[in-house]
């Protein structure tokens, strides 16, 4: 059987996450056959030895690629180089900026039903694989309330929005889910939860040389959306110790419904305990990856998200060896 | 939108369970049209006032109902009811005799498929959500182990075993997962466990007066397959308070994929937590009979598993709602 041809577009930690995916064995149906950058390719190395190639240049592909794995960034990249893409090759995605979604969706859809070609969007860990726990778990429970936890794991925006303080040289923000009020979901109370309620943020703060402490642990306790509404903690460390200390990228969290049927409580709990959240959202980009070549063979086009794709679409086996193995 | 017409066939605990199902407003898309069973329907009075009607007038129907859901044992009823229904009415099961799936999978897809209508098998939470869960963490983490751990619950299958040494008047069962091997898979360990290491058995047995019970107690821990591979603990308790303390029908149960990417483990766990196992199983069997009904009205038809079917087809949001709310 012929593998299915995959190209990167956007060579940052999630690009290198989904290059890892691919040189598992286990995902040997599916090749690397060319990474795209904005940069200067030939300032680029990567793990795999694959061509690195302008993205300008990405149109002279379409004969040698099936799908695309786009990985730059969902505020600035996709919105811009999605929907162009879309109309040359097959997509996936993990757009995750959900109130735009249903915008991006849209354009996606019509860029790539044009050319038949298929987008998946929004296929990371969430949304993504905890919208489908989501959907599914209220499907089956429809009276009741899902809860989504994250962490604990290193939020990427919040760490950015202290780094642009005045006086900080470098800092890492976790978001942690405060287990007292999983207890109560997980009990059955349907418990109504503010915001402050439902997580706590740590800061592990590097500060220039004399900076005023109290003024910076102030600022970022006060700054409006991101840590106003949250009890939040500062640790002023050194740069070593960031360093040491706070590099990883783990994440996680979790979605728990809570629902009842006749006088009966129902619990339904998904949850993700990532060491590496980029490596993660790489491997659920190439599965994907592979049910955007497949349905797109079976003539399906158009966008698509994680509630349209049949599960057996991503796995390697058959759907013989799935029923025999898995089911 | 015309309702999604639906019947029950077999009105035991799993039919009673759909029943309450489709009697919660939130699926009023779908109603309940009919109760077949093999009893005298005079016999039968229903929570929902639903017209009761003899299995043997099955055929009558067509132009009446949707979808069948079929709510028998796996064991005989759905061998030998399965094909013969499938081959008249959309169905769904919750078949959950894991060995005995693919061919069960080739009778209800060469009956189905013959009358272009659609069989969905085997869509409980094991076979069925479980199997999801399994499936997916399979395709995302290729390298790694899989652990599906059961309880705590009743086990009927195992209740009625003990039921048929002599000297036992009544008895359940509980199966219980241990929680020290839990936390070695989740600490990503991938550790070979026995089943004597996976989970305990404890059961509540009354027994005839005068019987036995050291020998009642040496059968039941020494009977193949179902306790002798196991740690076994037996309590003598009297019929009231087996009947006061052990009626419920609770379950539950976790899925946990431990995977690698890279140098870095990742953990992906589903689970249940069941205060009623029928009420249970009987929406997801309500949520796919409003996914077979919308599939076999877009042309589909065959055996289908849980792997085939996309999640937007059980929500009775569009999908337009799912993308805006749930993604």
Chains 1, 2 share one sequence.
Not at 103 to 111: A, L, P, R, W
Request: hydrophobic share 35%.
């Amino acid at each position: 059987m012929e593998k299915i041809k995959v190209a990167i577009c956007g060579y940052g930690n999630l690009g290198k996450g989904v290059e890892k995916a691919l040189l598992n064995p286990a995902n040997n149906d599916m090749e690397l056959v060319a990474i795209f950058t904005r940069r200067d390719p030939k300032e680029i190395e990567t793990i795999s030895k694959t061509e690195v190639i302008s993205i300008e240049r990405i149109k002279d592909y379409t004969d040698k690629i099936d799908v695309v794995i786009l990985c730059g960034g969902s505020a600035k990249d996709l919105p811009e180089q999605g929907p162009t893409i879309a109309a040359m090759y097959n997509t996936v995605d993990s757009f995750d900026t959900h109130a735009h979604i249903p915008e991006y969706f849209e354009k996606m859809d019509t860029s790539s039903s044009l050319m038949k070609k298929i987008s998946v969007i929004s296929v990371g860990w969430d949304p993504g694989m905890f919208s489908i726990a989501r959907a599914y778990a209220e499907a089956i429970l429809p009276t009741g309330s899902t809860y989504t936890f994250w962490g604990k794991g290193v939020s990427q925006g919040h760490s950015d929005a202290i780094r642009r303080i005045a006086g900080v040289k470098d800092a890492k923000q976790y978001t942690i889910p405060i287990e007292s009020a999983m207890e109560r979901v997980r009990a059955g109370e349907n418990p109504k939860l503010t915001t402050r309620e439902k997580h706590l943020r740590d800061c592990f703060v590097v500060a220039e040389e004399g900076a005023d402490l109290e003024r910076i642990e102030k600022e970022i306790k006060e700054m409006p959306n991101y840590f106003d509404e949250y009890d939040t903690t500062v640790h002023f460390i050194s740069e070593e110790e960031l360093k040491e200390n706070h590099s990883a990228m783990p994440h996680g969290g979790f979605v728990i419904r809570s629902g009842n049927t006749g006088n009966n409580t129902q619990i339904i709990e998904y949850s993700l305990k990532l060491q590496s959240n980029p490596e993660f959202t790489g491997s659920i980009l190439v599965a994907y990856a592979r049910a955007a070549a497949r349905l797109n063979e079976r003539g399906y086009y158009g966008a698509k998200t994680a509630f349209d794709i049949p599960l057996s679409m991503l796995s390697p086996k058959s759907e013989d060896e799935l029923r025999k193995g898995l089911l």
